[in-house]
């Protein structure tokens, strides 16, 4: 069975930095497009930042030059490097291979 298990987020300052980490079993890892999203209050599940298998990036304009994605293949784990946070980068984030999703971490950022 397919688990994609997320950790890493929670209340920081504006400014201020997390990472985010995503651990998948059960699933072939290196050769899944590895994605992250994001889903704030009120508003629809939206694109963050996607790898593929080549190491290839890309990212949504709001967080280009802030987030950064990355994996370790060997660990069959994904991150999200969250850098100069703000406070609407608050939702709750999910990452996402293949058709299988994590549970969600919340990102709080606020004074």
């Known amino acids: 069975q397919v688990q994609l298990v997320e950790s890493g987020g929670g209340l920081v300052q504006p400014g201020g930095s997390l990472r985010l980490s995503c651990a998948a079993s059960g699933t072939t890892f290196s050769t899944n497009i590895k994605r992250w999203y994001r889903q704030a209050p009120g508003k629809e599940r939206e694109f963050v930042a996607a790898m593929l298998s080549d190491g290839g990036t890309w990212y949504a304009d709001s967080v280009k030059g802030r987030f950064t994605i990355s994996r370790d293949n060997a660990k069959k784990t994904m991150y999200l490097q969250m850098n100069s946070l703000k406070p609407n980068d608050t939702a709750v984030y999910y990452c996402?291979?293949?058709?299988?999703w994590g549970q969600g971490t919340q990102v709080t950022v606020s004074s």
């Open positions: 996402n291979l293949g058709n299988n």
